[in-house]
């Protein structure tokens, strides 16, 4: 048996931190259940990022939806936000959904923290492609969220077949060492990739497993000519080097004899930094553990409201809120969630602000529309041209 929590784990509770538990017989035996507001929001960044792209907001909701009279409000998936912004509401009776919190968090933080690093790796390689290839780098009973979530976040693909089925693409890959290795010849191995793979698949060699990159790339591109899409170069660390120059030459002898349309793919322990460091010779990264092992946002879950009383926690604003947000210069505002957008002009701008809260599920129906993988990373990416690394 596999060390893994099933579906049926997971709506029953079992999945949560003990002290919900005990906080759970505690209040059925004092006779206390009262309708409560619980915000969730991020105190702080990893690594000075300054924004995230929201995620998991889909499981949340399934996960919630079969509870009577509860109601969410949220972001959209997808969404940029920033750190002490709401991003849900949930609203209900405490014992309907508290025994839920690690679970939500769970859902929220580590899908959050992938699609965030995706899109920091996407903002950095502009219009160059961007492929995720760190399943193997996660527990695999995880890989569709990850996959997922660094496609929503921004990624142009992914590399296993649950997860491209899960957001109606088609995977990507290229060649593995072990090919090569066992055909013995990196042109041999390309050769019988083309014969025997599909014609729409792209023909993209592994050129790093037995010689210099420069010559292993001509040979190839001589061996295969037209049929050849691209060389990969997963050069390991110990003889990399000054990998931009080894790419330089790679163009360099391909250019001269006549393949430059050949495209020049990279990977191997890449992120964001090396992709703006690289992004004007490679046209295309394979990004593993950058993405798939990003590192979680850390959101929590608070109650800001009982039975109509705003209050909350020290350190924590009462009252249930929501963001507005600028629709000409994308700066937001923090506000009770009763209160209009209309009510307010942009400080910045003077213009117009926008609700981006939506209504995901009321009294218990689901009014999120679950938007296509495809349709959550256009909105997502659409939103590139506000931020800055």
Same mark, same amino acid.
């Given at each position: 048996?596999?060390?893994?929590?099933?579906?049926?784990? /997971?709506?029953?509770?079992?999945?949560?931190?003990?002290?919900?538990?005990?906080?759970?017989?505690?209040?059925?035996?004092?006779?206390?259940?009262?309708?409560?507001?619980?915000?969730?929001?991020?105190?702080?960044?990893?690594?000075?990022?300054?924004?995230?792209?929201? +995620?998991?907001?889909? $499981?949340?909701?399934?996960?919630?939806?079969?509870?009577?009279? =509860?109601?969410?409000?949220?972001?959209?998936?997808?969404?940029?936000?920033?750190?002490?912004?709401? @991003?849900?509401?949930?609203?209900?009776?405490?014992?309907?959904?508290?025994?839920?919190?690690?679970?939500?968090?769970?859902?929220?933080?580590?899908?959050?923290?992938? +699609?965030?690093?995706?899109?920091?790796?996407?903002?950095?390689? &502009?219009?160059?492609?961007?492929?995720?290839?760190?399943?193997?780098?996660?527990?695999?009973?995880?890989?569709?969220?990850? $996959?997922?979530?660094?496609?929503?976040? &921004?990624?142009?693909?992914?590399?296993?077949?649950?997860? +491209?089925?899960?957001?109606?693409?088609?995977?990507?890959?290229?060649?593995?060492?072990?090919?090569?290795?066992?055909? %013995?010849?990196?042109? $041999?191995?390309?050769?019988?990739?083309?014969?025997?793979?599909?014609?729409?698949?792209?023909?993209?060699?592994?050129?790093?497993?037995?010689?210099?990159?420069? *010559?292993?790339?001509?040979?190839?591109?001589?061996?295969?000519?037209?049929?050849?899409?691209?060389?990969?170069?997963?050069?390991?660390?110990?003889?990399?080097?000054?990998?931009?120059?080894?790419?330089?030459?790679?163009?360099?002898?391909?250019?001269?004899? %006549?393949?430059?349309? @050949?495209?020049?793919?990279?990977?191997?322990?890449?992120?964001?930094?090396?992709?703006?460091?690289?992004?004007?010779?490679? !046209?295309?990264?394979?990004?593993?553990?950058? =993405?798939?092992?990003?590192?979680?946002?850390? *959101?929590?879950?608070?109650?800001?409201?009982?039975?109509?009383?705003?209050?909350?926690?020290?350190?924590?604003?009462?009252?249930?809120?929501?963001?507005?947000?600028?629709?000409?210069?994308? #700066?937001?505002?923090?506000?009770?969630?009763?209160?209009?957008?209309?009510?307010?002009?942009?400080?910045?701008?003077?213009?117009?602000?926008?609700?981006?809260? =939506? !209504?995901?599920?009321?009294?218990?129906? =689901?009014?999120?529309?679950?938007?296509?993988? #495809?349709?959550?990373?256009?909105?997502? /990416?659409?939103?590139?041209?506000?931020?800055?690394?």
């Amino acid at each position: 048996m596999f060390h893994i929590a099933n579906a049926d784990d /997971i709506k029953k509770g079992r999945l949560t931190d003990i002290y919900f538990k005990r906080t759970e017989e505690i209040l059925k035996a004092t006779g206390k259940n009262p309708v409560v507001k619980a915000e969730i929001f991020l105190k702080g960044f990893p690594d000075g990022y300054r924004w995230g792209i929201l +995620a998991g907001i889909e $499981e949340t909701i399934k996960l919630l939806s079969d509870i009577d009279k =509860i109601s969410i409000r949220c972001m959209p998936e997808g969404m940029v936000f920033k750190d002490f912004q709401p @991003v849900m509401v949930i609203e209900g009776k405490y014992l309907d959904f508290g025994i839920y919190e690690t679970t939500i968090l769970g859902f929220l933080c580590q899908a959050s923290g992938i +699609a965030t690093k995706a899109a920091r790796c996407k903002l950095a390689a &502009g219009d160059k492609l961007i492929y995720s290839f760190g399943a193997r780098r996660m527990h695999p009973a995880i890989t569709p969220m990850v $996959e997922r979530s660094a496609f929503i976040g &921004g990624a142009d693909g992914v590399s296993t077949t649950l997860g +491209a089925e899960l957001i109606r693409q088609e995977p990507v890959g290229t060649i593995p060492h072990s090919l090569i290795l066992i055909m %013995g010849d990196t042109v $041999e191995a390309t050769k019988a990739f083309n014969q025997v793979i599909e014609p729409k698949i792209k023909r993209i060699s592994l050129i790093d497993t037995f010689g210099d990159e420069k *010559f292993e790339a001509i040979r190839v591109a001589e061996g295969l000519g037209g049929a050849l899409y691209g060389v990969r170069l997963d050069t390991p660390a110990s003889r990399r080097g000054n990998f931009k120059k080894i790419l330089e030459e790679v163009r360099w002898e391909l250019d001269i004899r %006549g393949f430059e349309n @050949v495209k020049l793919v990279v990977s191997g322990g890449l992120d964001e930094d090396n992709i703006l460091e690289l992004r004007n010779i490679a !046209d295309a990264f394979g990004i593993g553990t950058a =993405i798939s092992g990003a590192k979680v946002l850390d *959101f929590s879950l608070d109650i800001v409201e009982i039975e109509g009383k705003k209050i909350s926690k020290r350190g924590k604003m009462s009252g249930a809120k929501k963001v507005i947000r600028c629709q000409n210069c994308f #700066s937001d505002k923090i506000v009770l969630e009763d209160r209009k957008a209309s009510d307010y002009r942009c400080v910045k701008c003077n213009s117009n602000y926008k609700d981006i809260f =939506i !209504d995901a599920v009321k009294e218990g129906e =689901i009014l999120y529309d679950f938007p296509q993988a #495809s349709d959550i990373r256009k909105n997502a /990416i659409g939103q590139f041209e506000f931020l800055e690394l």
